[in-house]
């Protein structure tokens, strides 16, 4: 079974502070991927990795950077976190077969104060 | 236009009943779609997924394709409780992203 770890489930913050969410895969997939998600929005692309040092913004970059330095990790970074931000964060990871399926992590509920 | 877009319900149905669940998309290119359910708090689980236009079945489940109709649908046959859930439907466009609709929330009435 794929196996995306995200390191904290909850998290809380206060404004400006810098904010680090981690993601690790298990299954030596070259896609990752960071939404958020939010009542009424559904899940939205913030970035998104298809090989190690490699990023590409998705819909809603701003306010938001990423790290990849190893094929398993892929790491979320909040700048200089603001209230609204606050929200459920997923990560995601695929492989490169033609399947296409994406495979979640349990998510981090954070919230800035 | 939003790349992906569903009914967010609430849809209601009786135990044993067939649930159907809707999903249209606007990206004419798209190759692959994907239902996800998801619990309250919890992330999204895959159920289905659909490459091909026609009927796809697993278990209690089908997904049905349209390209030609932009359209994707889930059926749930024989409807349980533990089905209440957040249904999402998610398409691969021509890119390398997803894109999710918000949902339909769907109830199972014992």
């Known amino acids: 079974d794929v196996k995306v770890t995200q390191s904290s489930r909850y998290l809380v913050k206060r404004t400006g502070e810098k904010v680090f969410l981690e993601c690790v895969q298990d299954?030596?997939?070259?896609?990752m991927f960071w939404y958020r998600q939010d009542p009424g929005l559904g899940l939205r692309l913030i970035y998104f990795s298809y090989d190690v040092k490699m990023k590409e913004k998705g819909d809603i970059p701003e306010g938001y950077s990423v790290s990849r330095e190893k094929k398993e990790r892929f790491s979320l970074i909040l700048e200089s976190a603001s209230t609204n931000q606050t929200s459920m964060y997923l990560c995601?990871?695929?492989?490169?077969?033609?399947?296409?399926?994406?495979?979640f992590g349990a998510g981090t509920r954070l919230s800035v104060l | 236009q939003k790349e992906v877009e569903q009914n967010s319900g609430p849809l209601s149905v009786p135990e044993g009943a067939i649930a159907s669940l809707n999903c249209t998309y606007s990206d004419r290119g798209s190759q692959s779609f994907f239902w996800y359910r998801q619990y309250s708090g919890k992330s999204p689980e895959l159920i289905m997924s659909?490459?091909?236009?026609g009927d796809k079945e697993d278990g209690r489940f089908t997904a049905q394709l349209n390209k030609a109709s932009q359209y994707v649908s889930l059926l749930i046959r024989d409807s349980q409780p533990s089905d209440s859930a957040t249904y999402l439907c998610a398409v691969k466009n021509t890119g390398n992203q997803f894109y999710f609709g918000t949902g339909t929330s769907l109830t199972v009435i014992p």
């Open positions: 659909i490459y091909s236009n």
């Open positions: 995601a990871s695929k492989g490169q077969t033609f399947k296409n399926i994406q495979y």
């Open positions: 299954m030596d997939h070259e896609n």
